[in-house]
Each structure stands twice: as C-alpha cells, then as structure tokens.
C-alpha cells in the first residue's frame, strides 16, 4: 500500500455511516451554501458533512526520515440542520462517536479546538439552516510501500 491515509479517511466514513444512517445521510462532501442545501422537499434536511483535511507535520520527526514522521489527518465536520438546536445536538453526539476512536494505520482520534455554530442565510439574509461544526485530528502512520 502507498498510504495508509485512504483507509483512515474510509474508516472514519464508515464509522459515522453505521453510527447516523438512515437517521441523518453523512455526506463526504463541501461545506453547503443556500443553493447545495440538501432538502426534502421545501425543508432543510439534517445532515452531516465530512471533509478531511492535508496531513499535517505533528511534533516526532523521525531520524529515519519523513516518511517515519509523526503526521496528524485533520477531520472537519459540519452538522447541518434547519434546527440551531438539533445541528448541535447532532454535533454533540458526532463528537461522541468518535473520539477516540482509531483504524488501521491510525492513533486514536482526539477533539481540537473550536466549535462556532454558524448560519446560511439566504440572499434576503433569512436564515436557511444552521450549521454546528466540529473537529478533529487523527495521527496517521504512513506506509511507502507499493
């Protein structure tokens, strides 16, 4: 395998698909605006998006070189919903999953910093739906072999 990174990124998708799924769809997808809401019909579905970030430098640097390094997979997750409330309790319960939680190639998942629950208004500035974000990083052990 040239990278353990896929099969983290998998297995954190999977995690919260048996976790949410058929309650609330977790998307691997973008932050939405007014125009990519996801809806049932008129309403504001509620949702969860995921976006993984790019590896990042950790503390360990290894004298073997780079591909030893210490390296953290940032995970950002967005609770969508019409609800301020039910985005946060979705939030709530995402941070409850999965924390601490670890895969192959993986450490154990742990919360950073930073929680701003957030609106997405529309043009006439109503609010459409609310959005609770929440995140977190992984450590990764990467692998170069092919």
């Known amino acids: 395998m040239a990278f353990s990174v896929e099969e ?3 297995g954190v998708l999977q995690t919260l698909r048996d976790e949410f799924e058929p309650y609330y769809n ?6 939405p605006n007014t125009t990519t809401l996801r809806r049932n019909g008129s309403e504001v ?6 976006q993984f970030g790019d590896l990042q430098p950790q503390s360990a640097y290894a004298m ?13 997750i ?11 309790q979705i939030a709530r319960k995402v941070v409850r999953v999965l924390l601490s939680k670890s895969y192959p190639w993986s450490g154990e998942i ?7 629950q957030f609106t997405i208004d529309s043009s ?20 170069n072999e092919a």
């Open 8 to 10: 983290v990124e998998q």
């Open 110 to 116: 742990r919360k950073k910093a930073g929680f701003n």
């Open 26 to 31: 977790v998307y691997d997808d973008y932050i």
């Open 64 to 76: 073997t070189g780079p591909w030893d390094d210490d390296y953290g997979l940032p995970i950002y």
């Open 124 to 143: 006439d500035y109503s609010v459409e739906a609310y959005a609770s974000p929440v995140f977190f990083t992984v450590p990764v052990q990467m692998s």
């Open 45 to 50: 579905e509620n949702y969860i998006v995921v």
């Open 78 to 88: 967005q609770a969508i919903s019409a609800s301020p409330s039910i985005a946060r």
